[in-house]
């Protein structure tokens, strides 16, 4: 089965500049995650969705961090206007229906972003 | 914050086992502790998880001590691959909402080496 996409992989913009990011979960993937992680850090989660509806956006910079998955699959995170401290990876995750313990998290490739 | 403590590096020979450690003293009777690792440019990939048997598939074996405080991740015979970093998340199980979200702590830095 195809894994998470995620496009772009690699983004550089200047500070103040708008960025979008955006997520293909795997088919039938209900649950979808965006991650932020910083050089050097574990993963930090930004928002989960629940199909089309935000479940957690609790550590969602919301000034300048914005996310949307209108039809509740493919996903899109938006960060405007970047500041330096936004580089990092941006993960996106998703996860299998049910809601038992084996119900794990699988994650796309990143998109690493520079804001210079 | 994260509910684990692992060393920040490790270093292991090829073809030799790894055992990697974690704490996890204040684990509730409910969690479960889970294994990711994340090979250099890439997301994060499942290994494992267990309750309080120790478990084992194709990937790795987790032993999960008598009183839960603690767990090792064991990679039978490390390949160069196997460098990455290896997280031990505490997680609860998942009852919907943002329940059961994974929390990340730094890990370890597993260096395979010829």
């Known amino acids: 089965e195809a894994g998470v996409a995620q496009s772009p992989r690699y983004k550089i913009i200047e500070k103040r500049q708008s960025v979008a990011f955006w997520c293909n979960p795997i088919?039938?993937?209900?649950?979808l995650y965006w991650y932020q992680q910083i050089l050097g850090q574990g993963p930090k989660l930004l928002i989960q969705?629940?199909?089309?509806?935000?479940?957690?956006d609790s550590q969602l910079p919301k000034d300048r961090f914005s996310a949307e998955r209108l039809k509740g699959v493919d996903s899109t995170l938006k960060i405007q206007p970047a500041k330096l401290e936004d580089s990092a990876v941006y993960l996106c995750?998703?996860?299998?229906?049910?809601?038992?313990?084996?119900?794990?998290?699988?994650f796309g490739p990143g998109t690493r972003l520079l804001v210079l | 914050d994260a509910k684990t403590t692992q060393p920040t590096s490790m270093d292991c020979a090829e073809g030799r086992a790894a055992n990697l450690p974690c704490n996890h003293s204040?684990?509730?009777?409910?969690?479960?502790v889970y294994w990711y690792r994340q090979i250099h440019s890439q997301g994060p990939q499942y290994i494992i998880h267990?309750?309080?048997n120790n478990e084992t598939n194709e990937m790795a074996s987790l032993i999960i001590t008598e009183d839960r405080k603690s767990s090792t991740l064991i990679l039978p015979h490390a390949t160069l691959r196997d460098t990455a970093v290896y997280y031990c998340?505490?997680?609860?199980?998942?009852?919907?909402?943002?329940?059961?979200?994974?929390?990340f702590g730094k890990g370890t830095k597993l260096s395979v080496k010829p």
């Open positions: 995750a998703s996860r299998p229906p049910g809601q038992g313990a084996g119900e794990t998290q699988y």
């Open positions: 088919s039938g993937h209900a649950t």
């Open positions: 969705f629940q199909n089309n509806g935000v479940v957690d």
């Open positions: 204040t684990i509730s009777g409910n969690e479960y």
């Open positions: 267990g309750l309080k």
């Open positions: 998340i505490v997680r609860s199980p998942n009852y919907g909402g943002s329940q059961g979200n994974l929390i």
